[in-house]
């Protein structure tokens, strides 16, 4: 069964920079987009930043653009983002998401980022 698995994430100072990754697992057929989303206490579920396969389209929400960068293995069905200059308007639970070619959704279990002094 495909699944999600989620890695990095924590505590980071305001300006600080972090680092989360998501690998998927349980299939051989490569998703079609990768990306993560976030969710803050009291606010609905927002897209962060979305990734199609092989980096042929990248999208970022506005107040990420220019301070992360999301990534993929063009073979593999893992995705990176890089967070940086974070803010603690940032400080949310970020969980990767992935599409597949016959229409599911997968998410993962969700990581928390903390911007904090």
């Known amino acids: 069964q495909a699944q999600l698995v989620e890695s990095g994430g924590g505590l980071v100072q305001p300006g600080g920079s972090l680092t989360i990754s998501c690998v998927g697992s349980?299939?051989?057929?490569?998703?079609?987009?990768m990306g993560w989303f976030r969710q803050a206490p009291g606010a609905q579920r927002e897209l962060v930043a979305r990734?199609?396969?092989?980096?042929?389209?990248?999208t970022y929400a506005d107040d990420v653009r220019g301070r992360f960068t999301i990534s993929r293995e063009g073979t593999r069905n893992a995705v990176t983002l890089r967070m940086n200059s974070l803010k603690p308007e940032d400080t949310a639970v970020y969980y990767c998401?992935?599409?597949?070619?016959?229409?599911?959704?997968?998410w993962g279990q969700g990581t928390q980022v903390t911007v904090s002094s």
């Open positions: 990734i199609y396969p092989f980096g042929t389209a990248i």
């Open positions: 349980g299939t051989v057929q490569l998703f079609n987009t």
């Open positions: 998401h992935a599409s597949l070619y016959d229409g599911r959704d997968l």
